[in-house]
Every structure is written in C-alpha cells, then in structure tokens.
C-alpha cells in the first residue's frame, strides 16, 4: 500500500461525499491503478461508479467510443484521445467528474516524438471538458504509471474544487 | 509492487501469448486489481484487452448488463451476478477467457449470510461459465481484496489450461 496515494484517494471519496458529486475513470496507461485506489476506501461505492479500462487500442472504439478517425490521425496517446475517452466515460457512467489516462508507460513503445513518460489526461467537469499534458520522467514502468497515477489523483482533486454543485 | 501477484500475472501474459488466447476482466469488489497487475506486465496490451470496473451497483446493470432481476433476487454478491457479469464482460471485449468478481471486501456490509470475505467470481472459457464460491478470511479490506486478486489470477490461469484453440 503506497501512503501517498491512498491519503489522496481518501481526500477525493472525503470530498466528494461532502460535496454530493460521483466520479468515474477511463483508465489506459495506468490499467486500473487509479480505480484500485479509489476502491481501497470503504465506503467508495457512493461516490466512485468506476472504470473503463480500455487497454486495447480496439477498446478504446469500441467500449469508450473513441473515433477511428481520431485514433488513426492523432494516436491512442494524445490530447484529442484523451478527450473523447473522458466525454464517453463520463456520459456512461453519469457522473459530474471524469477522467481519463492515455500514455506510453514503457519500456517499449516510445518515439521521439512521442516518449516514454508522455501521458494525455482528459478531464471531465460538471460537462466541461478540459486535457492536460505531461512529461513524466522515464524511471522504468511502474514509475512512469506511478506517476500517472499521482498526477491524475491530484487531478481529480483540483477538479473537485471547480465544481459547485 | 507485490512480488507474488506479479509473477502471477506474468505467467497470464506468457501463457496467453503462447496459446493465441485474450483476455478481460469484470472486476466489482477487486476494483481494477486484477486489471493494474496483468496491465504491470511489459506487451501485455496485445493479449489483455482492459476491464470494466463495475463499482457501484447501477454499473452492474448498466455496463455489464446484469438483469435487475438477478439484483433484486440474489444480490450483487452472488453466484448469479458473477455468471451474469462475466458473459457480458467477454461479449464486450470479445475475448477467449474472461473473469468477474464480485464481493464482500468490508469493513461494512457484511451479514450473517453473507459475511465479510465472501467473493463470487464467473469464469467465462471458450463460451463456457463456471462459477466459483470463495470465502476469505476476514483480514481487513486490504486482506480480502488481495486474497480476491490472488485466487482471480490463479483463476485465469487454471481457465487457460482448460482451452485448446
């Protein structure tokens, strides 16, 4: 059990009892790490519905109605992807808070366009939809989806606080 | 990074390489485990296809298609729930072997029927379903949840030994 992310998972099911709003992922790169967090809480299950982890690119179109378009023009890993993986979350699940994780985890799979530690999140806030960019630093696999998994926490957070339902 | 529950999900993603076999997970109780340590595995993406983390109860229905019937009448902790929930999660990804659990992690919601450590899980192998009942011991939520990730990797392991594409 890493303490950092379990304090911050439980800030986020704090939260959002307090402030009556649900929450759901789509998860690629971090393949469900962010949802086993959230789900260590007990008690989650009022405010976390849960995920889609889309780890095939196929998944991605098929269960999160990501466009062929988009995945052929821009790639499973960029902003645009990011962004309609967090839209369809969102409308399935029917929550206020959504996000979603797209990247290049390691060791293999990284250009030098698109590096390892290179991560799209997508985030869904009471129907806006915003992304974000990261470079994370490529300290072998399990630290780059740490990394993502920190950062799209702390996301979930910040998000909360835009939000006044 | 729990040494056991990796090699476990390593000798998954080995074994379904070899064999030509997919794979995809339902995952209530275990909350994306399962999904977080086959997804921990390098190239795992060309045979585990993702999860739908069916947390909260109308995600059971909604995204898994679980009858409300089956809800009402049994429970989201029951044999038929699993059954129920693994053949719709296999049809979604379209895979050879699927997995679901659903159960009991606690602290709460545990009853004399249905105590804390009890965790149904569906096989789906090939088009067959099998169901599986379990009861952890009652060793915190923590405890339970991985005792759950555990059996489910051993789960799929034994499935894979049981098909011959």
Not at 1 to 20: F, N, V
Not at 79 to 100: G, L, R, W, Y
Request: negative net charge; aromatic residues 6%; hydrophobic residues 40%.
């Amino acid at each position: 059990m890493d303490e950092e992310l379990y304090k911050l998972a439980k800030t986020i099911i704090r939260s959002a009892k307090a402030k009556g709003l649900t929450i759901a992922t789509a998860e690629s790169c971090t393949g469900g790490w962010i949802a086993k967090y959230l789900t260590d809480i007990p008690g989650s299950s009022s405010v976390y519905k849960g995920s889609i982890v889309a780890y095939a690119n196929e998944v991605k179109e098929n269960l999160l109605g990501v466009s062929k378009e988009t995945m052929i023009e821009h790639g499973a890993v960029s902003e645009q992807t990011a962004a309609e993986m967090v839209k369809n979350c969102a409308q399935a699940f029917s929550v206020d808070i959504a996000i979603s994780v797209t990247g290049i985890a390691g060791p293999g799979g990284g250009t030098a366009e698109k590096p390892v530690g290179l991560v799209y999140m997508g985030l869904y806030i009471g129907g806006e939809i915003k992304t974000e960019e990261f470079q994370f630093e490529d300290n072998g696999r399990d630290g780059v989806r740490r990394s993502a998994v920190h950062s799209g926490l702390q996301q979930i957070i910040s998000s909360m606080g835009q939000i006044h339902p």
